[in-house]
């Protein structure tokens, strides 16, 4: 079946660094969501992307939409530890049940 | 706060019950889903609900059920539990049944013993 794979699983880095996740659909999608979960929380929607290509940034955080809409990236620049969580990609399919496939989340860990 | 309200909050049992999880979604919200999240296997999406009719299913258990009432809450039925159910249990609610946004409750940390 239509799977969406994240990487990293995890990613430990020094406050100040960069951080990137990327989301790999199997298959093209209509459209993908990025979602944050901040450890002891409940995830947290970010943004929507859907046009082939797109690029939007919200302050430090960029994301982007591949040409073919299979694949996602989310990166960070300049981490702070409030940017500490679990990152999930989501992955509308653009079949007739148009569910949300997720990604396994990429965790990731912010040194001081 | 999302507007999304879960009880309870925590939940311990013992192998072999029934539970209930219940979940009010936000205001305007007809569509419900209900996750499973444990700590190997990320967010597992169980069903959707849209204005009290069953829309989706995923890796739902034959032990587990839901309904969404008129009121639009809904209620997810975990029997003959087991120890592996063990989770968070999240809801999450969007506007209709295709509408692209969930916003997530806090969740309800069931451990079976």
């Known amino acids: 079946g239509q799977q969406v794979m994240q990487i990293p699983q995890y990613q430990h880095v020094q406050e100040g660094e960069d951080f990137t996740t990327y989301c790999n659909s199997s298959?093209?999608?209509?459209?993908i969501q990025w979602y944050k979960q901040r450890p002891g929380g409940h995830p947290v929607f970010l943004i929507q992307?859907?046009?082939s290509g797109e690029v939007k940034k919200q302050k430090r955080l960029t994301f982007q939409f591949g040409e073919a809409k299979k694949n996602s990236s989310l990166h960070i620049t300049a981490t702070q530890t409030t940017d500490v969580g679990t990152y999930f990609c989501a992955g509308k399919n653009p079949g007739n049940n148009r569910k949300l496939i997720w990604g396994l989340g990429t965790s990731l860990a912010v040194n001081p | 706060d999302s507007g999304v309200t879960q009880t309870p909050k925590h939940l311990i049992t013992a192998t072999g019950q029934r539970v209930t999880l219940r979940c009010s979604p936000r205001?305007?919200?007809?569509?419900v889903y209900w996750y499973q999240q444990s700590l190997d296997q990320g967010l597992q999406f169980l069903i959707q609900?849209?204005?009290?009719?069953?829309?989706a299913k995923g890796n739902i258990l034959e032990r587990f059920s839901a309904q969404q009432f008129p009121d639009l809450h809904s209620e997810l039925n975990l029997s003959s539990l087991e120890l592996g159910d063990s989770a968070l249990y999240f809801c999450a609610s969007s506007v209709n049944s295709v509408s692209d946004t969930q916003y997530f409750g806090p969740g309800t940390r069931l451990t079976v013993l």
């Open positions: 609900y849209y204005n009290g009719e069953e829309r």
């Open positions: 298959t093209t999608l209509s459209n």
């Open positions: 992307l859907v046009k």
């Open positions: 205001s305007g919200d007809l569509s």
